[in-house]
T-cell receptor, first 113, second 112 residues
């Protein structure tokens, strides 16, 4: 149990385009989800906290207009990288909070060319 | 906010030996301490966790110890196997916050 499905697992897009990443909790309801960014050989950096039915809370330094987060249901949160540029290339990971802990998605490798 | 330090950054052990990773945290209000294993190109997977009302927890070859007074917790892997090779992250969560604060990670290599 406690599975978080993240799609796509990898995506290549052109500079200036937008990319949407989905994070679904398959067998539990998640009122709170988190989005992380991870650079090679580094730890996970929290980008924002996504709360169902309300606006996301962004960490300091994260551009909310660039990284749009929507948490419209108790099982789905999406991250849209708008007007992507090569510096946005990274590994993006979502996580869902449960009563007993946190479950992570499998991550999305974004490459902007 | 919470600050978690993790050591060592890399660890190489012979198959069958034990591996120990140590973390310290700064916020005495933290009460949940998970450990995650991350393989290349994948998301972190929970391997064991401990709450502040417990001093030690064990699951087969994996154990975690917590010293609240000293504000540090450790991961112990016994009888290491090549499939234990991965990056391991410790984390801490204060009781009044939902955010995980991660350590910098430890790259474990088990030599066959």
């Amino acid at each position: 149990g406690a599975v978080v499905s993240q799609h796509p697992s990898w995506v290549i897009c052109k500079s200036g385009t937008s990319v949407k990443i989905e994070c679904r909790s398959l067998d539990f309801q998640a009122t709170t989800m988190f989005w992380y960014r991870q650079f090679p050989k580094q730890s996970l950096m929290l980008m924002a906290t996504s709360n169902e039915g309300s606006k996301a809370t962004y960490e300091q330094g994260v551009e909310k207009d660039k990284f749009l987060i929507n948490h419209a249901s108790l099982t789905l949160s999406t991250l849209t990288v708008t007007s992507a540029h090569p510096e946005d290339s990274s590994f993006y990971i979502c996580s869902a909070r449960r009563q007993t802990g946190y479950t992570f998605g499998s991550g999305t490798r974004l490459t902007v060319v | 906010g919470e600050n978690v330090e993790q050591h060592p950054s890399t660890l190489s052990v012979q198959e069958g030996d034990s591996a120990v990773i140590k973390c310290t945290y700064s916020d005495s209000a933290s009460n949940y301490f998970p450990w995650y294993k991350q393989e290349l190109g994948k998301g972190p997977q929970l391997i064991i966790d401990i709450r502040s009302n417990v001093g030690e927890k064990k699951d087969q070859r994996i154990a975690v110890t917590l010293n609240k007074t000293a504000k540090h917790f450790s991961l112990h892997i016994t009888e290491t196997q090549p499939e234990d090779s991965a990056v391991y992250f410790c984390a801490a969560v204060p009781y009044n916050d939902y955010k995980l604060s991660f350590g910098a990670g430890t790259t474990v290599t088990v030599r066959a």
